[in-house]
């Protein structure tokens, strides 16, 4: 059974930073893509970023337009873990984040939640003005 579980959410002010941190377990990840959503109050959960593997030891990354060139998603396959780096935060990036896998099935920008397989219990992010 896989499992994800986040850490590192927090408080934090605007234009600091975060690193969320997902450990994942129950298979082998190598080949997996690896997501993070958000879901803020009253708003549908959103994608966020992912890692995708195109074969061999290469893997591409893929933003929201929202987050481009703030956050940075990175593996450490040896330890099945996926994080992100948030800098630059906004209020507006206060939302529960959530860990996510599609398994072998590569997600594309954008892509809604009905495509996720397995979720962490997520992580909240409070940004403050």
């Known amino acids: 059974q896989v499992q994800l579980v986040e850490s590192g959410g927090g408080l934090v002010q605007a234009g600091g930073s975060l690193r969320l941190s997902c450990a994942a377990s129950?298979?082998?990840?190598?080949?997996?893509?690896m997501g993070w959503f958000r879901q803020a109050p009253g708003k549908e959960r959103e994608f966020v970023a992912v890692?995708?593997?195109?074969?061999?030891?290469?893997?591409?990354?893929y933003y929201a337009d929202s987050v481009k060139g703030r956050f940075t998603i990175s593996r450490d396959n040896a330890k099945d873990t996926v994080d992100l780096q948030m800098n630059s935060l906004k209020p507006e990036d206060t939302a529960v984040y959530y860990c996510?896998?599609?398994?072998?099935?590569?997600?594309?920008?954008?892509?809604?939640?009905?495509?996720?397989?397995?979720w962490g219990q997520g992580t909240q992010v409070t940004v403050s003005s």
């Open positions: 129950g298979r082998t990840f190598t080949t997996y893509s």
């Open positions: 890692t995708n593997w195109v074969g061999g030891s290469v893997y591409y990354a």
């Open positions: 996510a896998t599609s398994g072998d099935r590569r997600l594309t920008v954008g892509v809604g939640p009905k495509n996720i397989d397995y």
